[in-house]
């Protein structure tokens, strides 16, 4: 979304970039972003970045912003602008739920509201992240008592450390990948060590995209997504989205990405004013500046 040459998760002269996932990476002039998000992207884009810090006010082309923990992920974050005619506020991918490897989410009061949809209709309800934990860590101990070295499948970026932050506090040591290793090397230099990494893990962690024959997975191999076989997910479901449009309380809705048109039908059953937006759209054109 672009609004006056500034672009939310969109390039643009004065770009916004939310997180480190390459689905949102952008180009400008100056891409605005955390400190951790900066880094992150460094391994795999190059760009010149301006670092943020959560609840500093700054500018950001001609609009006075601010910046909240989005719960997505290390770094993640959504963005506060001060309009002409109000407030806006865009959540990035975002989660309610606190995980272990990334900051407290946090979503101030806004008139406009752009909130992501990746899981936006009631079907997608995650279990909390600490019983998805449990869940996980019952899968991986059962494996080992019988023998078995578990492999679990893992957003390389994000998830991976989050699921080995989680077997850390365990006990339980891990092999992952060389991608993997880069990123928690990162998360290392804020605050999130690791120390269960070993050559002869006991968990072995593997791309979600790595090739695998079908629905195929043996007993001891789990996809770990919302997605997935565990719905340990850092994004919100859909109760938490509904749980940020009430904290936000906003006069209008936008929703973007996944269950986009979804959501936003069962939002205006609700009563609110709502409307399904693409990435691509120029925000001027909505009138709500």
Known sequence: MIIQNVGLDSSARFAFQSHAHTDHFVSGEVIFATKATKYLSHLRKGGFYREVEFG???????????????????????IKLWLENGTLFYTGDTKWFKLRTAEKSRFPRADFLIIE????????????PREAEKKLVAFVEEALERGKRPTLYVNQMGKAQEVMKILDVHGI????SREMLKVARVYSKFGVSFGNISKEGDVVLRSYRSPRIGDSLSPWELTVSGFGG???????????LMKIVERVKPEKIFTVYGFAWEFARILRGLGYDALPIERATDLDLLGIL
Do not use: C, Q
């Open 56 to 78: 500093k006010t700054f500018y950001i082309g001609d609009f006075k912003a601010k910046l909240y923990p989005a719960g997505h992920m290390l770094g993640s974050t959504g």
């Open 117 to 128: 949809a990746t899981f936006g209709v009631p079907s997608f309800t995650f279990p909390s």
């Open 173 to 176: 040591t891990v092999r992952p």
């Open 230 to 240: 565990l719905k340990l997910s850092n994004h919100a479901d859909f109760w938490e």
